[in-house]
């Protein structure tokens, strides 16, 4: 069965550096996009970014670009995002997602984790 | 970028009744040499995480109740809900998948009136 498995919840101050996880299980993980959505408390979705593990192309949203870091690693099957300086405003929950037809950039998310909340505050 | 709009922002629909969102797409997402339409609809219910509906505009997932259709071409898509039942009160989202960034709409909360 497929699977993506996201680490548990985060509690994390201003300025503070932190990287959420996601583990695709069932799946070919190495050749198929993986994205990143996030979800603000109350609010709708917003795409932030894909990553293809197989040669780590990633592709970010103008809105997240620089302010965050998609990586993955395929020897674990995990995907990562990572922030080097947290902000209150990055407040929310986040899911990872993966695209149906492998290779193909521009395709949906057929398979969605359960998502990481992460909470900043001071 | 790509900016979808949905309409309503909410609705209230009476059980066995129909429900219709719109979404409107800034730019078009019909790639025309396939004549597909880039185009995904998705529900959320509370604390749960999105889940797929239909892709390329009109073709449901397997395993989305028949209940569940959506039309439209271009930039301008609806999804139809036929005979509403109360497991279907929801948060709807279009999204495009046809240029960097795959946006989504705001979402349309639906629910039983």
């Known amino acids: 069965e497929e699977q993506l498995v996201q680490s548990g919840a985060e509690l994390k101050k201003p300025g503070e550096s932190l990287n959420i996880s996601c583990k695709g299980f069932?799946?070919?993980?190495?050749?198929?996009?993986i994205g990143w959505v996030r979800q603000m408390p109350g609010r709708g979705l917003e795409w932030m970014g894909l990553?293809?593990?197989?040669?780590?192309?990633?592709r970010y949203s103008p809105s997240f670009q620089g302010q965050v870091t998609i990586s993955a690693d395929q020897s674990t099957n995990t995907a990562y995002l990572h922030w080097s300086s947290l902000r209150a405003s990055d407040t929310g929950v986040y899911y990872c997602?993966?695209?149906?037809?492998?290779?193909?950039?521009?395709?949906?998310?057929?398979?969605w984790g359960q998502g990481t909340p992460v909470t900043v505050s001071s | 970028d790509t900016v979808m709009t949905q309409s309503p922002d909410s609705l209230a629909v009476s059980l066995g009744e129909r429900a219709t969102i719109n979404c409107k797409a800034s730019?078009?997402?019909?790639?025309?040499?396939?004549?597909?339409?880039?185009l995904a609809w998705y529900q959320q219910k509370p604390g749960q995480p999105p889940k797929l509906l239909i892709y390329?505009?009109?073709t449901r997932e397997s395993g989305v109740p028949d209940r569940f259709s959506g039309s439209g071409s271009g930039t301008d898509f609806t999804l139809t809900i036929g005979n509403l039942q109360t497991e279907d009160v929801a948060v709807y989202y279009c999204?495009?998948?046809?240029?960097?960034?795959?946006?989504f709409g705001q979402g349309t909360k639906l629910e039983i009136k």
């Open positions: 997602a993966k695209h149906h037809r492998g290779p193909q950039m521009s395709d949906w998310f057929d398979l």
């Open positions: 069932g799946y070919n993980f190495r050749y198929n996009w």
């Open positions: 990553i293809y593990p197989d040669d780590s192309d990633a």
């Open positions: 730019q078009s997402v019909l790639y025309s040499p396939s004549n597909m339409n880039y």
């Open positions: 390329w505009a009109s």
């Open positions: 999204q495009q998948y046809f240029t960097i960034p795959h946006s």
